[in-house]
């Protein structure tokens, strides 16, 4: 995956429904705060950061630190692991997750406290190197 360089405002203002608009706004100045980093797109995803990944397996590529992406059906976050996460995730609020991401309908109508607590997590996870399953590197 590689930053595609196009505008995170228009992005944004492209996503539907207004909820993931809405929602998209609040996860940019929530990541962006977090990480300290400035958003990137990343394709259709909003990325803060870089890291090179390289799996047990040989694969190996790119992507953001923290990232998200504003989908029709519900705002995707990609974590590390949201196996990691799973007392947080207990007391978040409505959600469903897959391995590494974590799908919001409605960012009101979880606990952004909780949310902040997964992504600082993720963060220190990928800053530290990942672990045996995916060894990380910074690259930004």
Known sequence: MKQTGS??????S???PATRRRDAETLTALMQEISGREPATWGTIIGFGS???RYPTG???????LAFAPRKAATTIYL?????HGEALGDLGPHTTGRGCLYI??????????LRGILESTLAWTEA???DYAKITVTD
Not at 7 to 12: E, G, M, P, R, T
Not at 59 to 65: R, V
């Open 129 to 131: 190197g990942g672990d």
């Open 59 to 65: 694969t190996e590529g790119d992507m953001p630190i």
């Open 105 to 114: 309908k409605d960012l009101e109508k979880v606990d952004l406290d909780v």
């Open 80 to 84: 590390d692991d949201t196996g990691r």
């Open 14 to 16: 492209a996503a539907t």
């Open 7 to 12: 505008n995170v405002a228009a992005l944004i």
């Open 51 to 53: 890291c090179h990944y």
